[in-house]
């Protein structure tokens, strides 16, 4: 089995940013992609940034690119996702994922295990 557990949510200003860690524990060799996803109330969850443990290669959603920034830790077996220049729009949910299969690393489908989530507020 394999846990992980998001930190780092909190209330920002809009301009503000915030850094999310999530910390994968149990099973870690098993994955091979990690993700990062998004809820917002009353939204459908969606794909923010991927980055694969091996070789580092990065996916972002076009509402993020510029302004987040996913990142690795392997020897933590930690994943970022440092966020700048939040709007409101951003409030969210935000889920770290991992999978144990490559496809795409846009698709939630994809993913194996998942975290408990941590929220990101917004204000404007």
């Known amino acids: 089995q394999v846990q992980l557990v998001e930190s780092g949510g909190g209330l920002v200003q809009t301009g503000g940013s915030l850094r999310l860690s999530c910390a994968i524990s149990?099973?870690?060799?098993?994955?091979?992609?990690m993700g990062w996803f998004r809820q917002g109330l009353g939204k459908e969850r969606e794909f923010v940034a991927a980055?694969?443990?091996?070789?580092?290669?990065?996916y972002y959603t076009d509402a993020v690119k510029g302004r987040f920034t996913i990142s690795r830790d392997n020897a933590k077996n930690t994943v970022y996702l440092q966020m700048s220049s939040l709007k409101p729009e951003d409030t969210a949910v935000y889920y770290c994922?991992?999978?144990?299969?490559?496809?795409?690393?846009?698709?939630?489908?994809?993913?194996?295990?998942w975290g408990q989530g941590t929220q990101v507020t917004v204000s404007s």
């Open positions: 994922a991992a999978a144990n299969v490559f496809t795409n690393g846009r698709n939630q489908d994809e993913y194996d295990y």
């Open positions: 149990g099973r870690t060799f098993s994955s091979v992609v």
């Open positions: 980055i694969k443990w091996s070789g580092g290669r990065i």
